[in-house]
């Protein structure tokens, strides 16, 4: 009768020392969580950077209009860098994908599609949209 007394409390203790070391885990990851849901949403975009840095700057009406030109102009530019740069970064991958096909097995080679894959997925965020600059 004492040896079953005794192995109870035992089961007893480890069953409160699991979910005491469990309860700290779920803790740990829940707090995690939150800084990486909230704290990147509340984390200012390059635009909104900039905004704040011209608005600091106390810029009279007619430089917030010749400012805010130049940023139109620059946003134009660039995208139409992108729109002429980006067919030859497609050549230039696929060029690059022929070459290591060559290289490689095709097992080697399949697993190499994946993890591209998985890097260029964890790389991916939306682009934040277009909007004009506001300085006011």
């Known amino acids: 009768m004492i040896n079953i007394e005794s192995k109870s409390k035992w089961q007893i203790r480890l069953a409160t020392i699991g979910i005491f070391i469990l309860g700290t885990i779920a803790g740990a990851f829940a707090l995690n969580a939150y800084y990486l849901w909230f704290a990147a949403a509340k984390q200012p975009t390059k635009q909104e950077k900039f905004e704040e840095a011209f608005k600091k700057l ?3 009406e007619t430089q917030k209009v010749e400012v805010q030109k ?3 102009e620059t ?3 660039v995208q139409n860098i992108r729109q002429e740069t980006d067919p030859r970064i497609l050549e230039l991958r696929e060029q690059n994908d022929a070459r290591l096909q060559k ?8 697993q190499f599609q994946q993890e ?5 997925e964890a790389e991916k965020q939306p682009p934040p949209p277009l909007r004009p600059l506001n300085i006011q």
């Not at 290289?103 to 399949?110: A, V, Y």
């Not at 591209?116 to 260029?120: C, G, L, M, Q």
């Open 75 to 77: 946003r134009e530019k």
């Open 70 to 72: 130049v940023v139109n």
């Open 116 to 120: 591209r894959e998985k890097i260029r």
């Open 103 to 110: 290289i490689l097995t095709s097992e080697q080679w399949q």
């Open 58 to 60: 106390g810029l009279t």
